[in-house]
């Protein structure tokens, strides 16, 4: 698997689909086999459902807080049990749906330093591969 990262291009393109309503993202995610992280981390896991859960989720809080974005909301995290119709890919691990008062707040986060140094070395620690897609109602 290939694993896909947020890119300016793609973040550019949904803020001007989005504008300023509030957005669900929704998470597929695809766990590694083992925690594998690349660089020194101040609180390693030992599993990647632990580097997500315990490291991601709370750093991605700290952050969140600590750039003063509020309303961010985790609205389901499950396993997937199995695929009613899906294709030969599409067995990934777990979802995450969160939602945001705007898009721009999750930007504001995934573009900072704090993210990069803080939540961003759990996520790749954890996943080998996910895919991320903005909804509104």
């Not at 300016?8 to 689909?17: C, F, G, K, S, Y």
């Not at 989720?57 to 600590?66: I, L, T």
């Not at 945001?100 to 930007?107: G, Q, S």
């Amino acid at each position: 698997m290939i694993l896909y990262d947020l890119t300016r291009a793609a973040l550019d393109a949904a803020a001007e689909a989005l504008g300023p309503r509030p957005v669900t993202m929704v998470n597929l995610l695809w766990f590694r086999p083992e925690v594998a992280y690349a660089a020194e981390v101040a609180d390693p896991q030992p599993d990647p459902c632990s580097a997500l859960y315990k490291g991601y989720g709370p750093a991605f809080a700290r952050v969140s807080q600590a750039l003063g974005v509020e309303g961010v909301q985790r609205v389901f995290v499950g396993h997937r049990a199995c695929g009613l119709v899906a294709g030969p890919q599409d067995d990934w691990d777990d979802i995450v749906i969160v939602r945001y008062r705007r898009f721009a707040d999750f930007r504001t986060i995934v573009e900072s330093e704090p993210y990069a140094r803080l939540a961003k070395p759990h996520h790749r620690a954890a996943i080998l591969n996910w895919r991320i897609s903005a909804t509104f109602e």
